[in-house]
């Protein structure tokens, strides 16, 4: 009963050449239009120094954490801090130069790498919040506390940057609905489904599920960010038309989320099995299609 519920997205084997063949590949002189809307099956190094100057409007990192964990054909193996932070700095400063002046980045970590990410973006760009995605999820221990917890580094180029927090906004119960001396609600709506009011995003999110088997959007990815996340980060930060770029792509869950809002994506990913589920992914997706969890302009609370 429940497998016949599952619908995590696979890649057989036998389209796995096909959906390769669509991924693009690293030429000398690169214009942006070489990029754009393209998944580059590269490592990041061989592609960061080609990327055009001041061309990119969000950065979106989510880079192997300091865990020892198999990503397809490759394992990526804990480290010393040391050694964790060096890696980090062969890519991170690189990237800056493809970055507008007006661009913003989004980095991921966790508790172990929290503190060397929040160090390295902070000798480069202007550190404006660290968000803490409670993931729900995570494996209980014995002696410690469970890990269901992440950090996302939010940083800007200058002081000019976008942040419509209009289309970020929480729909939320009201629990104690309060009305005017004229009868009029304050503050919230009546709807079909209740009485709700929009509230301004906080730099907790605790609304947000990890995909699991039985959501659209799951795929074999073992660090598969959920597309609400990066809706959310998407639609506060950039545009439509703004360059997003994803340059440890996974999944691809960002340029899925780029084609469902119009922005204009960039996709690097190391491990060609990724690549392929990237490729399969984006043919699945229908522009202005849905996002689990944003509805009507605001974001429901968790399994709403
Ligand atoms: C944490 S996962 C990203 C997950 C992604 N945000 C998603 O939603 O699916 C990190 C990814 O970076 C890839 N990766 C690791 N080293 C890389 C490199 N040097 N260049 C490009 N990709 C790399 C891994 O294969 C892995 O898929």
Redesign the pocket.
Known sequence: MASSRNRTLRVEEQEKKQLLAQCATKKSNMQLSDFTDNVFC????ELVDKLPERSVDLL?L????NLTKS??G?V?RQSTVEKYSAWMRT?FPRLLPALKPTASVYM?SDWRTSGIVQAIVSEHLIVRNRITWQREKGRGAQSNWKNCAEDIWFATVSEEYTFNVDKVKNRRKVIAPYKTKDGKPKDWEETDEGKYRLTFPSNLWNDITVPFWSMPEN?E?????PEKL?ARVLLASTNEGDVVL?????????AVVCKKLGRTSIA????PD?CALIQKRLQLTEPNSAIQGYNNGAFDSRNA
């Open positions: 590269e490592d990041v190094l979106f989510d880079p192997p954490y990503f397809g490759s990526f890519w991921c795929t990815h073992p660090t598969q960010k990066v994803d340059p440890f792509a996974g999944s691809g869950t960002t690097i990913e190391v491990e990724y």
